[in-house]
């Protein structure tokens, strides 16, 4: 267990797509003379693959020096490490959509067992959303529209897909497919995500927040996957793109930025430098 505690506020954040971004997720418009820095801060396959602007990358670096900003995403922990943030490791980092919780860059053994334990009793497991997932998945004419199937962490699994090339009425198959047997579906780009319904990064932030003892949390995050996140927090943020925006979802204490794209990660680390007190960062 992480040794650092606090009060007060602490900001929580999904990275991709909210705080960082490939290079088809920039979003960028206007003239090319005019776009801003960028900084790498993902490589994959030895090719650069995440970015965030200078700007939001001094805000970053500021907010993990305070110790108070927690990633919570749901790529898995080898995933998670690819990515090298600005500033010091974070004390708290929240992976697999809630199922991996990282303290001081190590995984709670104790947290990942309770939530498997925790999912036993709630959900189908993960083989049986696998195997319905084959027969959903098998070609469906001349054009082929799913690449690969991958499963995470050993508790769930995302389909890639061509968006162009999706049958008509598939993702609502999948849906009701998975909603029988207690997991939900979100659509990310060009992944479609099936998840328990008890795996969510809301229980993984509830640990982390009676850990540091504080007092008031904020969030940010642009997928239904982040919806429980948004809805507990004191203060949300929504970037104006992504699947939140799609389906019109909204939420009381939420706004949503005013730009698309890199931009909008550039306005969140602001938005999150100001919910802290000058004094916390």
């Not at 980092?93 to 947290?111: K, M, P, S, T, Y």
Request: hydrophobic content about 45%.
């Amino acid at each position: 267990m992480s040794r650092h505690t606090t009060t007060g506020a602490i900001v929580f954040s999904d990275l991709d797509r909210t705080l960082v971004y490939s290079p088809s997720a920039l979003l960028l418009e206007g003239a090319d003379e005019s776009a801003p820095r960028l900084l790498c801060i993902e490589v994959h396959d030895g090719r650069p693959l995440s970015f965030v602007t200078e700007t939001a990358a001094a805000a970053l670096a500021t907010l993990a020096r305070s110790r108070r900003l927690v990633p919570a995403t749901t790529r898995t922990v080898e995933q998670y490490r690819r990515i090298h943030l600005p500033g010091p490791p974070p004390a708290y980092a929240i992976c697999a959509n809630g199922g991996r919780l990282l303290a001081d860059g190590v995984e709670d053994a104790d947290w990942s067992r309770a939530v498997v334990d925790a999912l036993a009793t709630t959900s189908a497991p993960l083989p049986e959303i696998l195997e319905q997932l084959a027969g959903l998945c098998t070609p469906r004419g001349e054009d082929p529209f799913v690449d690969k199937v991958r499963q995470a962490a050993d508790l769930f699994c995302y389909v890639v897909v061509k968006r162009s090339r999706v049958p008509a009425g598939w993702i609502d198959e999948v849906t009701g497919v998975a909603r029988e047997r207690g997991w939900e579906v979100s659509l990310q780009g060009r992944k479609v995500y099936l998840t328990p319904a008890g795996l969510d990064k809301a229980h993984a932030a509830a640990e982390v927040v009676a850990r540091l003892g504080a007092t008031t949390t904020s969030a940010a995050g642009d997928s239904l996957l982040d919806a429980a996140l948004l809805e507990t927090a004191d203060a949300a943020i929504v970037p104006r793109h992504g699947e939140l925006i799609e389906v019109g979802w909204s939420a009381p204490r939420a706004q949503v930025t005013r730009h698309a794209g890199v931009l909008a990660g550039e306005e969140i680390a602001a938005w999150m430098m100001e919910r802290l007190a000058p004094a916390q960062v």
